[in-house]
Every structure is written in structure tokens, then in C-alpha cells.
């Protein structure tokens, strides 16, 4: 199947609070409400420690209209999600994803969020069907971050094994 | 505010370039542990690319995907049933009526163009305007609906034929496709040193402070295409010799 590189995404970015030209909410043609606050008031963005042991880092993207999301989960001693931090390089839609997933991830334990699924987000934000794969690069996302933290943490385990011995 | 549209256009492309590449090279080093007659000519793959097209086949049209009219099954005007010596042939030799597209004729058939991932474009839309020249369904209002008909089709399939071929992304994904490989959307066996070369990148252009300093990473970025669109050439190439 042919990619159509001339994106269906904006081509924005995360980071910075640009202000778009303020989109009429008429029906059907725009961007929902919801993602629209999620891109002008973006939560959580920024980076944590990756070499700490306590981050887990999820690296995705989607090469196909060229979206890159990293989402970075910090975890207390008790297996809590206490803090997240997401960039992502992608169309509104990928940005509400992500930042809304840096929002529901946070509170829960690390096996709690392994349950959020991309429907949820998808729900939650009425995206529209061509936007679907979106939410589950944002699935993914937390996924990536809670396999890197648990990698980490079975290296440091076997850390304290060998020194131990 | 500077605009960082168009290098993120090239990031796009880049990306699925990059993917193309690997699946192009990953592809050339499995050719070479089989036999040849084993795998790229496998009438097999060819059917099933076919099918996937919804397009009926027959085992020797599928020749004509690579080769010229070997062994291909003879096919008559529907006008006044003289063979039709060519490949493709979108009009009759003899009484010169437009005729139906012919399944499973690959796009570089149609476009006259050398089955190579370098492609001259000129070339290309020199040969589009030459052939919408003469199949345009303008040209047929005054004819029989049978050659309306045709004639559509026929325009049809020659506009596809050029937009694929016309961008390096859908003319790679489309030579892949004829080899009976197809790139799905999805994040699936990507690596993560690629993310995190795209996240740095983004990340570069979203710092630049001044046009210089975003059109430098254009640049740069336009560079690494231009190679990965080489190094896609040459696998691809590699790929076809190997038959």
C-alpha cells in the first residue's frame, strides 16, 4: 500500500505553546475540542533522567507519516507511576495521545498502566478513525516505558546478586 | 516563527525511506541464499501480488512483468481481432481502435520507463503528456461507449501509473510491492537508534533560532535522503540482477 507522505498530520510540534490560528468549531472538519486543549495546553511535557533507575523510557514512532513520541515514566520504590514526561514530534492527534496518556499513567501502578489501552484514548478524545493509529502509538508508548523500567530494574537486581556473592 | 513544515515533510520521507531501505537490503541478502528460479521469479509470488491487486492472472502474463513478451499468451484487437503485437498496446495496429488496458502490465511498462529506482522524471511526464495526449476520454466523445470506456480506463490506469512512479516513496514501495513485499503501517521492527536519531533531529530544528541554522538541517536531511535513495537504488538494483 502506498504511504501517502504528504500528511495527514500537521507537522506540529510538542513543545512549544504556539497559538493556531483559533479553529471555528464547526462540526466534522477540525480537530475535536479536547485535542485541540491538549496541543494548545499541552500537560506534562518535558524529559526525565533516562539513566536514572527509576525512569523507564519509551522510545516509538511511526515511520509511515513520520510521528515520533517518547514518553518517560518515574517510579517510586512502592512501584508507583509518580511523575511523566512525553515529546512527541507528530500531528495534533499524536500530541493529545501522548499527553494524555502522561496523564492517566500517573498515580497508577506500574501493572495498572500496562491496561490502558488505545480505545481509551481514542474515546476519550473522539479521535476521528484516521487518527486511530495515534492512540496506539501512545499505547505503545507506555508500554516501551514500562518494559524499559523493567529491564532496568532486573539489571539492578542482578546487580545486587553478583556483589552480593 | 519559523516553519518547520517542509523539513519535517523531508523527516516523513526519510523515515519511510529508511524502513524501504532495510526491508530493500534485508530482501537482497535472502535472494542470495535460494536458487534464483526458487524465489523473485516464483510464479507464485507473482499470483499472489496479483491477487492482492484483485487482479485476474494467468501464469504467463506474469512474465510480463519483467521480461519483453516472452512466452506471453497472444492477445487480439476487439475490433477487428488482428494480434496485438505490443506491450502495451493501447491501440490496434491494424484499425487503430483504443483498447482495453491489459491486467497485471507493470506501471514502468506503460510509462516506457527502465525497471530502475533512478528514474529520469522528465522523461516520465514527457511520456504522461504524450499518452493522455492520445487517451484522454476527450478525445473519445464522439466515439462508440465500448471505446469511451477504454479510453477511461485506460487514462486511469496511466494517471496511477505516473503518480507512483512520479515521487522515489511510492515508486520504491511500489518495486517493493512487485517483489511481493508490502511495508504496513505500524511501529513494529523498527529500531530505536532510528527513533532516537528522528528525535534528535525534531528536537534540533525545534531549538534553531535563527532560518540558517533550520536550513542547515534541511540540508543535512536532504543529504541523507539523497544517499538512502542511492543506497535503495543499488539494493534494488542488486535484487533485479540476481534474477
Known amino acids: ?165 | 516563527m519559523l516553519s518547520a513544515k517542509p523539513f519535517r515533510a523531508a523527516c516523513s520521507s526519510w523515515a519511510v525511506l529508511m524502513w524501504t531501505n532495510r526491508l530493500c537490503i534485508s530482501k537482497v541478502c535472502m535472494s542470495t541464499s535460494f536458487s534464483i528460479k526458487d524465489t523473485w521469479h516464483c510464479n507464485r509470488n507473482v499470483r499472489s501480488l496479483l491477487k492482492a491487486r484483485g487482479l485476474t492472472c494467468n501464469t504467463n502474463q506474469s512474465s510480463t512483468l519483467w521480461n519483453n513478451c516472452s512466452g506471453r499468451s497472444k492477445v487480439s484487437c476487439w475490433s477487428c481481432k488482428q494480434p496485438l503485437d505490443q506491450t502495451p498496446a493501447f491501440f490496434c495496429v491494424s484499425c487503430k481502435v483504443v483498447q482495453p488496458p491489459e491486467e497485471g502490465t507493470s506501471y514502468f511498462k506503460i510509462m516506457a520507463c527502465d525497471y530502475t529506482f533512478t528514474l529520469d522524471t522528465q522523461q516520465l511526464q514527457k511520456k504522461y503528456l504524450q499518452l493522455q495526449r492520445l487517451l484522454h476520454p476527450d478525445n473519445f466523445s464522439q466515439k462508440s461507449v465500448t471505446e469511451q470506456q477504454y479510453s477511461e480506463s485506460q487514462s486511469a490506469l496511466v494517471n496511477k501509473a505516473y503518480t507512483t512512479l512520479l515521487k522515489p516513496l511510492s515508486r520504491g514501495l511500489y518495486m517493493l510491492e512487485l517483489e511481493g513485499m508490502h511495508i504496513k503501517e505500524g511501529t513494529e521492527s523498527a529500531h530505536s537508534a532510528f527513533f532516537m536519531e528522528l528525535m534528535e533531529i525534531n528536537e534540533a530544528l525545534d531549538e534553531a533560532q535563527t532560518p540558517e541554522e533550520a536550513n542547515k538541517i534541511g540540508q543535512d536531511t536532504k543529504g541523507k535522503l539523497a544517499e538512502l535513495t542511492e543506497q535503495i537504488d543499488t539494493a534494488l538494483r542488486k535484487g533485479i540482477l540476481l534474477q
Not at chain 1, 511535557?45 to 515520533?68: F, I, Q, W, Y
Not at chain 1, 484514548?121 to 473522539?126: D, R, T
Open chain 1, 1 to 165: 500500500m502506498a504511504v501517502p507522505v504528504a500528511s495527514k498530520c500537521l507537522g506540529s510540534l510538542s513543545l512549544l505553546s504556539r497559538r493556531l490560528s483559533a479553529p471555528e468549531f464547526t462540526t466534522r472538519c477540525c480537530y475535536h475540542k479536547k485535542v485541540v486543549d491538549h496541543y494548545e495546553n499541552p500537560r506534562n511535557v518535558g524529559t526525565l533522567d533516562k539513566n536514572s533507575r527509576n525512569v523507564g523510557t519509551g522510545l516509538v514512532g511511526a515511520p509511515a507519516c513520520g510521528d515520533v513520541m517518547k514518553l518517560q515514566i518515574q517510579v517510586d520504590d512502592q512501584g508507583k507511576i509518580v511523575d511523566a514526561r512525553f515529546k512527541t514530534f507528530g500531528c495534533g492527534s499524536a500530541i493529545a495521545s501522548s499527553s494524555l496518556a502522561t496523564e492517566w499513567v500517573k498515580g497508577k501502578s506500574v501493572d495498572e498502566a500496562l491496561t490502558i489501552r488505545n480505545t481509551d484514548i481514542a474515546k476519550e478524545l473522539c479521535l476521528p478513525p484516521v487518527k486511530l493509529h495515534c492512540s496506539m502509538l501512545a499505547e505503545d508508548a507506555i508500554k516501551a516505558a514500562l518494559a524499559d523500567y523493567r529491564l532496568k530494574q532486573q539489571d539492578g537486581q542482578q546487580e545486587a546478586v553478583s556483589a552480593s556473592s
